[in-house]
């Protein structure tokens, strides 16, 4: 089946630093989705993107949609605490009619106040 | 607007009693319904899903099972728990037949086998 490799795995970053992750697949998906899991929550859809090339910025977290489409990344300015938590990121391929969503494993985000 | 309710919250059930977990989604019809599950806060695993009142998939084979007794409600059961069942369970739903719109996640149920 598709396979998402997201990393880093985890980051630890002192406040005010700016951080970077990413995903890439083997396969194309038509639709990358960034979401942020907080402790004890789940996850909340914070970046949507939709074609190949797409920038897309949400306060300070910028997602790109790769060229190929078999890659995306976040970037997140300035860090502040509450950027505390689990990032994911995931695909969607079309066709059919479940459109079921394949997830990375997560980066798990410390921000050292 | 859309709401998914998902419950209890936490949840401590000893070895060898069943289990009942319930989701159901507010403000729209015919959803795709997805039960998954968290350990030790990192991967999200998908167990099972549904696109209609009835139907369930099941991704990954175990000690689970899922029902969808009305188009809005998803239920995850076991008739009898074990110790590798504890984990952070969430409940999602999409619009089905319907690209770029993601996954809505419920808050989440924490469950301890004991």
């Known amino acids: 089946g598709q396979q998402l490799n997201q990393s880093p795995q985890s980051m630890f970053i002192q406040e005010g630093e700016d951080v970077s992750m990413n995903c890439t697949s083997s396969?194309?998906?038509?639709?990358w989705l960034w979401y942020k899991q907080d402790p004890g929550e789940g996850p909340v859809l914070l970046i949507a993107?939709?074609?190949?090339?797409e920038l897309t910025s949400n306060g300070r977290l910028t997602a790109q949609f790769g060229i190929t489409r078999k890659d995306s990344f976040l970037n997140i300015s300035a860090s502040i605490p509450s950027d505390v938590g689990i990032y994911f990121c995931?695909?969607?391929?079309?066709?059919?009619?479940?459109?079921?969503?394949?997830f990375g494993k997560g980066t798990l985000l410390t921000v050292n106040p | 607007s859309q709401t998914i309710h998902q419950w209890p919250a936490t949840l401590v059930q000893p070895v060898g009693s069943p289990l009942s977990l319930e989701c159901t989604v507010e403000g729209t019809s015919n959803p795709n319904l997805y039960w998954y599950r968290q350990a030790a806060g990192r991967g999200l695993q998908l167990l099972f899903y549904s696109v209609g009142i009835g139907q369930i998939s099941s991704e990954v084979p175990q000690n689970l099972s899922a029902s969808r007794p009305q188009d809005r409600q998803f239920i995850l059961s076991s008739k009898k728990l074990l110790l590798s069942d504890s984990g952070f369970y969430l409940c999602?739903?999409?619009?089905?037949?319907?690209?770029?719109?993601?996954?809505?996640f419920g808050s989440g149920t924490r469950l301890t086998v004991v």
């Open positions: 396969s194309i998906f038509n639709t």
């Open positions: 999602a739903w999409s619009i089905r037949n319907r690209e770029h719109y993601g996954y809505t």
């Open positions: 995931a695909g969607q391929s079309s066709g059919g009619s479940n459109y079921k969503l394949t």
């Open positions: 993107l939709y074609k190949a090339g």
